[in-house]
């Protein structure tokens, strides 16, 4: 074929590769496994757009890299299809979800097939498969016969919106993570599983894990983008601290009792003016007296009428008093005990000591309620100092102790502190105690679409206290031999958003079951609760490898102890917007099933890259903007190959670009061109020294950037090299392969053509004995040093840091700075960018870049 036509190849290696099995490893046999990964995504019922397919192809050039590099590259695919996506949009549409994720499966396998991925194709899995759900009950069940699953009433979140309860690392500024509805708190009977007891390893490993990586290089910690592991820290949010029992004062109708707080700033007790409870405190009741009952009944009906954002926003803080004081245990003084619905229950112990002189929101509360301003810590600023001593502001910083009794004079974040700390706990009304920002994770759903939750409830079990597990009487997780629970088909399977699940009108003979069990034998009924769907994706990976296995249908991942090889995953990549969430929750079940001597690995993804955003023509995507992009059309006119290569090319893997039509048949006609090129080499043809030298610079920086997965950059050698080339430079076919290689990751179907038909043109050996070695599994280009010239080095020209052009200049003016920045102002596609807007400044870095900065 002369002409480059897409369309005529794309089909043809498709199915070739699939017939062949090039991207299905021998699980068994593999030499130099590597399991590399996109996160589980979920079926966009609506089909994939460009984004899904930025981050899809980036996974899978990494693949193909490794895989060149002579590893047994393993890359699955499947469905995160169960949960309220799925069927909210099946709501939307009027189809059954079962109905709709048979639709949505086969559109999604079929635009993942058309975008060239190398797949192993027979190792996909749905999680709406019975095969697969089965295993996950069968996790939830040993969670719940580990004592690692119970069930709790305590006020949960809520979506009016998707009628379900939501996990708080499901919730953002308040909202529904999924409608951006906003949450309101209800009080409601739930399941929960106890991350909260890994909650220090989960926040230790992540600088402290040791592993070895597929070169067999050692690494201490997770080599995650900082923003992750920040997000994870933040979210665990360890912190220690005191708990100080301020004791009730004997006129109170509480006398007797005791207000315990949380703080890490007891260096400044002594400074406290009042304590605040939170409105669900349990002492709020006891400690009104009658004279303050009616106003205190009214402000907490008024605050159960706030959602937890607003509470948390409440830029007026309000409150009331309870009528009864405390004893601040460090100097005897009367304290006064408010509500304040900026103070939340689930937040330390619900109970807050008001320190305005040193704390800028207890300032604000005491000048709105006239409460004494006590400065106990002094600043070397003497304006600062004069304007917290006269109680015209707080401040907080390190000073010297002040009106603190016998600890006055001492450093307040130092010597002082520690001294203070080690007096109140020898006095007994303070101990050290480590709090969390990480809360256990909430796991029923009152939806549909999911996993029932496989726990059967005995009425009677429950009166006589027997239960599987002790202490949760009345509840037996089904046993193994009858998984999976089957979700029933039901017709009506809308919530009603009235706490109840719509499995509560499934048929009598499926919520009712026998319960044979050596503590009890009886009539039990099912729960009707769903499970989270992020409790499906938390063990996926797992799956893939032992799929195909013959005890596939006997265990939910194989022999993985026996057989380690596979894990942990070697390279994961995915988006941020995960990194509470599902990465989270995989790290807490993994360290489970270690810790169950199942696994024998802590961590799933010691390796995480977090690719970036595409936005269209400057904006980002939306229906209402009407600027969502179908890859289908663009790979219908321009291809695959086209698509996936100007995907990586618009800038930075990790950060995004945007995408535009015109850059789209851009690299359409740089495609073309390069077809053209590599069909114009001669069979004797030898190679030019200058070309050979670029052509090896090429190799030895893209070797190193793609394992990086610096790929726009890797793009613009590979452009500036045939840019070379068709200035008439002479490339012998073995270079010219070599130059298919490089870019055989990003257009996976034309170097393939081009590969197979040099074979054929030029007797160049691409066959194996088995009659067919793809250039996906042929080695990827070594550098010889011997033939790098160094008179010319290549600069990368940006703006505002993409990566706009390259330039080819001499070594003697690359540390020209003026030269270079001349240089680079002449170049075509960065004028065009330079007219857009005001320039701000250059940067240039010698012998490396220019980089326009453009406002």
């Given at each position: 074929m002369k002409h480059y036509n897409p369309t005529a190849i794309e089909e043809k290696y498709r199915q070739l590769w699939e017939q062949e099995l090039v991207y299905t490893p021998d699980m068994s046999a593999a030499k130099k496994p590597y399991y590399n990964l996109m996160m589980f995504p979920y079926p966009s019922a609506e089909g994939l757009h460009v984004g899904n397919m930025y981050a899809f192809t980036g996974a899978d050039v990494h693949g193909r890299f490794r895989r060149q590099q002579g590893f047994d590259v393993f890359e699955p695919i499947g469905l995160d299809g169960f949960g309220i996506h799925s069927e909210n949009y099946a709501i939307k549409v009027g189809r059954h979800p079962a109905e709709q994720a048979q639709i949505s499966e086969e559109n999604f396998y079929r635009q993942l097939g058309m975008i060239g991925n190398g797949f192993a194709w027979d190792h996909r899995l749905e999680t709406y498969d019975q095969e697969y759900y089965r295993w996950t009950q069968w996790l939830f069940a040993e969670m719940f016969r580990?004592?690692?699953?119970?069930?709790?009433?305590?006020?949960?979140?809520?979506?009016?919106?998707?009628?379900?309860?939501?996990?708080?690392?499901q919730v953002e500024d308040g909202q529904c993570e999924r409608c951006k509805t906003e949450v309101v708190r209800r009080e409601m009977t739930s399941w929960y599983l106890k991350i909260t007891e890994y909650a220090d390893r989960l926040l230790d490993n992540i600088d402290h894990y040791e592993w070895t990586d597929a070169h067999g290089e050692k690494h201490v910690g997770l080599d995650w983008p900082k923003k992750v592991t920040i997000a994870q820290k933040n979210w665990i949010g360890r912190s220690t601290g005191l708990d100080i029992d301020f004791a009730v004062s004997d006129e109170s109708p509480a006398a007797g009792e005791t207000i315990t707080v949380w703080t890490k700033f007891w260096e400044t007790v002594f400074g406290v003016t009042y304590l605040v409870l939170a409105p669900e405190h349990e002492l709020v009741e006891k400690m009104t007296t009658a004279e303050q009952q009616a106003v205190v009944a009214e402000y907490l009906e008024k605050a159960?009428?706030?959602?937890?954002?607003?509470?948390?926003?409440?830029?007026?803080?309000?409150?009331?008093?309870?009528?009864s004081y405390v004893i601040n245990p460090v100097n005897g003084q009367k304290v006064p005990v408010w509500v304040a619905d900026y103070v939340l229950t689930d937040v330390g112990t619900g109970a807050v000591m008001g320190v305005p002189a040193h704390d800028s929101r207890d300032f604000e509360f005491a000048k709105k309620y006239d409460f004494e301003i006590i400065q106990v810590v002094a600043y070397e600023d003497a304006e600062i100092n004069a304007a917290v001593a006269q109680g015209e502001r707080s401040h907080e910083g390190e000073g010297s102790l002040v009106n603190s009794g016998d600890f006055s004079g001492q450093d307040a974040w130092g010597a002082g502190k520690q001294a203070m700390k080690d007096w109140m706990i020898e006095q007994g009304f303070a101990r050290?105690?480590?709090?969390?920002?990480?809360?256990?994770?909430?796991?029923?759903?009152?939806?549909y679409w999911g996993p029932p939750i496989p726990m059967v409830f005995s009425e009677e079990a429950a009166k006589q206290g027997i239960g599987e597990v002790d202490g949760i009487p009345g509840w037996f997780a089904a046993e193994n031999d009858s998984l999976p629970v089957v979700?029933?088909?039901?017709?009506?399977?809308?919530?009603?958003?009235?706490?109840?699940?719509?499995?509560?009108?499934?048929?009598?003979?499926?919520?009712?079951?026998?319960?044979?069990?050596?503590?009890?034998?009886?009539?039990?009924?099912?729960?009707?609760?769903?499970?989270?769907?992020?409790?499906?994706?938390?063990?996926?990976?797992?799956r893939y490898p032992a799929l195909n296995r013959a005890d596939a249908n006997e265990t939910p991942f194989g022999q993985v102890n026996e057989d380690p090889s596979w894990f942990p995953v070697d390279a994961y990549i995915g988006g941020a917007e995960h990194a509470v969430l599902h990465l989270l929750y995989a790290r807490f079940i993994t360290m489970v099933l270690y810790d169950w001597g199942l696994v024998p690995f802590e961590e799933p993804f010691p390796f995480l890259f977090g690719h970036g955003l595409i936005i269209k023509d400057g904006a980002k995507m939306s229906k209402s903007r009407g600027n969502v992009v179908n890859p289908d059309e663009y790979i219908q006119k321009y291809g695959a190959d086209a698509l996936r290569t100007y995907l990586m090319f618009l800038g930075p893997y990790d950060q995004g670009g945007d995408f535009r039509d015109s850059g789209m048949h851009a690299m359409y006609k740089w495609l073309a061109r390069v077809w053209e090129t590599v069909k114009s080499v001669s069979k004797d043809a030898k190679t030019d020294a200058d070309f050979a030298s670029q052509l090896h610079q090429t190799i030895a920086a893209n070797t190193s950037e793609m394992a990086q997965l610096k790929y726009n950059t890797c793009i613009a050698r590979l452009m500036e090299l045939v840019n070379l080339w068709r200035e008439g430079k002479s490339v012998s076919p073995e270079d010219a392969v070599a130059f298919l290689q490089l870019l055989a990751p990003f257009a996976p179907y034309m170097t393939e053509a081009l590969y197979q038909d040099m074979s054929a043109d030029f007797d160049i050996q691409t066959s194996s004995a088995d009659g067919f070695t793809s250039i996906h599994t042929s080695a990827w280009p070594a550098v010889d040093e011997s033939k790098i010239q160094t008179q010319s080095v290549v600069i990368a020209v940006q703006v505002n840091g993409k990566l706009r052009d390259t330039m080819t200049v001499p070594t003697e003016s690359a540390n020209d700075k003026a030269w270079l920045e001349s240089q680079a102002r002449e170049l075509p596609l960065v004028q065009k960018y330079l007219e857009e807007g005001t320039e701000r400044k250059v940067i240039v870095v010698p012998g490396k870049i220019v980089n326009f900065v453009v406002a």
């Open positions: 580990h004592g690692l699953a119970y069930q709790a009433e305590a006020k949960v979140n809520w979506c009016p919106n998707c009628k379900t309860v939501l996990a708080d690392e159960q009428n706030k959602t937890e954002q607003e509470r948390k926003e409440n830029r007026e803080k309000t409150g009331v008093f309870t009528g050290i105690r480590t709090d969390y920002h990480l809360r256990d994770w909430l796991i029923s759903r009152q939806r979700l029933p088909h039901l017709d009506e399977y809308k919530p009603e958003g009235d706490g109840t699940s719509p499995l509560d009108n499934a048929p009598e003979d499926w919520k009712k079951v026998q319960i044979n069990h050596p503590k009890f034998q009886g009539e039990g009924v099912r729960e009707t609760n769903v499970s989270d769907t992020f409790l499906d994706s938390a063990w996926y990976f797992l």
